[in-house]
């Protein structure tokens, strides 16, 4: 798939997940369809609020059917986030072996 | 871990993530730190659109260390995301085959 394309649906992927709300409603999704007065208000939220996750949720790359609500983000969207966390992990892990072999001959030629 | 702090950490890790120049800045520093100009400007960028992003990585709850710029997104941050990711992927998958019993138990009926 193209970079670009690729990197904008990571983009939209990860600003998806970053709210508490979107999750939570993402959660209560993944479990079967439901109407906008089904998905449980988060206390405290009024219904233009919800509103405006649902619609963020609908622009994100998400998979849609149906007359209610069933907006998920679909298995390659989640596989790509996963991916590039896992990769960057993988970097972090290297690092710091290279940190700890650089430590200990340091320590040798001290 | 408190749930409230959790999740706060949550919002802050995936929304660091949901920018390709904060992905690239990452991968950069955790290739081992940098001055800001050492940082790569991307294309078309000023150094206070640099800046930005730099301090919304800082705000995020990374490992800071030194005088030069080494906010990496440790692993406990990271490690929360993907175990998110994949338990959502976890219940997707669960659907799916729930689907997949009641489409074969529908044919069977009819």
Chains 1, 2 share one sequence.
Request: glycine share 6%.
């Amino acid at each position: 798939m193209n970079h670009m394309v690729k990197s904008y649906r990571l983009d939209r992927t990860f600003s998806a997940l970053s709210d508490p709300t979107r999750r939570e409603i993402l959660q209560r999704l993944a479990s079967g369809p439901a109407t906008i007065s089904e998905l449980a208000l988060p206390a405290g939220m009024s219904l233009p609020g919800l509103m405006k996750h649902v619609r963020i949720l609908e622009d994100a790359p998400t998979e849609k059917s149906g007359r209610t609500r069933q907006c998920r983000l679909g298995p390659e969207q989640l596989d790509d986030a996963r991916q590039w966390i896992q990769t960057y992990r993988r970097w972090e892990r290297r690092l710091d072996r290279l940190e700890g072999y650089l430590e200990k001959t340091r320590g040798e030629r001290a």
